[in-house]
């Protein structure tokens, strides 16, 4: 039972323009939302969050939208750079639980 | 760098062997999760305490263990180890609970051959 979907698993995009990264979840339970890159050989860092009460968070070139309605959220980055390519996974937070998706894997070419 | 220190980073083994993975969190914090990376597969939680108690288990099987020690270490122990238990495992730390950022040590790769 996958509770929080990353149903792309790759996505390329040229250097300059938007990436749309998506994640689904099904728990109405889950209250906070982030989202990890990893690089290869390393482990994930954070990048973004957002909590149940908004449906947008704005950090530089990387935004999240959350459609509590649809039980989906989405990473937008803007413009994307090459140093962007890595392993995008969201995760998802409520009721003593943090799920994580499979990842989608982001190459930015120039 | 995050942090969190992992060891060993990587670790060959065979069947029905048994490993020990060692994690320390970040300095003050009080909390590690210990998280399991399957090929393809995303981060699977395995188990988080706080301040050496135990706080919630994930998909964790009964012959994988682990503790966390009076100085906030933690270690993650498998047994009977199969093919199938290769993996990167992954621990992370945050101060408290689970609505802050956890923050990922580099992980231990595991190979049973």
């Known amino acids: 039972d996958q509770q929080v979907k990353q149903n792309s698993p790759s996505l390329s995009v040229q250097e300059g323009r938007i990436s749309i990264l998506n994640c689904d979840y099904t728990?109405?339970?889950?209250?906070?939302f982030l989202w990890y890159k990893k690089y290869p050989a390393e482990g994930p860092t954070f990048l973004i969050s957002i909590s149940s009460i908004k449906d947008k968070n704005e950090d530089g070139r990387f935004t999240v939208f959350l459609n509590k309605s649809a039980k989906h959220l989405s990473l937008h980055i803007v413009p994307s750079q090459p140093g962007d390519s890595a392993v995008y996974f969201c995760a998802a937070s409520g009721a003593d639980k943090l799920i994580f998706g499979t990842g989608t894997r982001l190459q930015v070419f120039p | 760098d995050s942090g969190v220190t992992q060891t060993p980073k990587h670790l060959i083994t065979a069947t029905g062997q048994r490993v020990t993975l060692r994690c320390s969190p970040r300095?003050?914090?009080?909390?590690v999760y210990w998280y399991q990376q399957s090929l393809d597969q995303g981060l699977q939680f395995l188990i988080h305490y706080y301040n050496g108690e135990e706080r919630a288990k994930g998909n964790i099987l009964e012959r994988f263990s682990a503790q966390q020690f009076p100085d906030l270490h933690s270690e993650l122990n498998l047994s009977s180890l199969e093919l199938g238990d290769s993996a990167l495992y992954f621990c992370a730390s945050t101060q408290g609970g689970l609505s802050e950022t956890q923050y990922f040590g580099p992980g231990t790769r595991l190979l049973v051959l």
């Open positions: 728990n109405s339970m889950f209250d906070y």
């Open positions: 300095s003050g914090d009080l909390s």
